[in-house]
């Protein structure tokens, strides 16, 4: 409860606090806030030109087989999506207290936001992402299916899974600061180990099941399904990650409630 009336009350400041992060990272740059726009572009070019002219690949998933290259760069691109999410938020929750020392010695800044402040600004660029995705599909498919709608269904158990990751995570690098020079061989090697350049049915059956351990899979392979493949949410599945995504939400916050109170003393 304390968790809701926190970020409740502070729903303005978050909001400004994350459009200051998401145009600050481009500030003094030439283009400014375009490459936000730009920079997804450049990403589904360079999946297009290197799957299509390259490595000549198809994808065999979804209700049809990929036919054509250019569809292997869509599908490709909605799971970067998600998995660059993630990426950005966990890699700089480590050092998100550290960063903000500013704030840590205000007693009255809500520091349990700022977590919710770096998913905030990473949704933003996933969205741009997502508006360029769509527009790619339009053109190489024809059609956008209407299952799309559900997209925001299957971001939102991975964001609260974020948040707790996120929040352990920058509670536990203010005492023990290694953490944040392994997090990103930890998140580089989930980006090889998700089913991002492979569907999970390519897999042989005796390991397959284990690649539903990676919290990754599930919003990957539904984000194709809504988006891509025009298929509805796995239900069921998607019942037990909300409750898993909860659970590890509400670990991550209360380890970081437990261990604030010295985030102003080491730091």
């Keep these: 409860m304390f968790l809701l009336r926190s970020l409740v009350k502070n729903r303005r400041l978050m909001l400004d606090l994350a459009r200051r992060d998401a145009v600050g990272r481009y500030k003094g740059s030439v283009l400014g806030i375009f ?15 290197v799957f299509n002219g390259i490595f000549k690949s198809r994808w065999a998933g979804g ?4 036919g054509s290259h250019a569809e292997f760069a869509v599908v490709l691109f909605a799971g970067m999506i998600v998995f660059n999410v993630f990426a950005e938020c966990v890699n700089r929750a480590p050092g998100m207290i550290l960063s903000n020392t500013n704030f840590v010695k205000k007693i009255i800044f809500p520091l349990e936001i700022l977590p919710c402040v770096n998913l905030l600004s990473a ?24 299952t799309a709608f559900l997209l925001p269904l299957v971001y939102a158990p991975l964001c609260l899974l974020i948040l707790g990751v996120s929040w352990a995570l920058s509670a536990t690098g203010v005492y023990l600061r290694d953490i944040g020079q392994t997090i990103g061989i930890a998140v580089m090697a989930l980006m090889f180990l998700s089913p991002i350049f492979f569907p999970v049915s390519s897999l042989p059956p005796q390991i397959r099941s284990y690649v539903y351990w990676n919290p990754l899979t599930f919003p990957i392979e539904q984000s194709r399904n809504v988006l ?6 796995d239900w069921s599945i998607w019942g037990l990650y909300v409750v898993i995504s909860c659970g590890v939400a509400w670990i991550g916050f209360a ?13």
């Design 228 to 233: 891509v493949w025009g298929k509805t949410l």
């Design 123 to 146: 949704l933003f660029h996933a969205s741009v992402s997502i508006a360029i995705l769509l527009l790619a599909e339009w053109y190489v498919q024809g059609y956008v299916p209407p």
């Design 255 to 267: 380890w970081f409630q437990k261990t604030r109170r010295g985030f102003a003393d080491v730091v």
């Design 63 to 66: 209700s049809t087989q990929t």
């Design 35 to 49: 490459w936000s726009l730009l920079t997804p572009l450049l990403m589904l070019s360079v999946y297009t030109f």
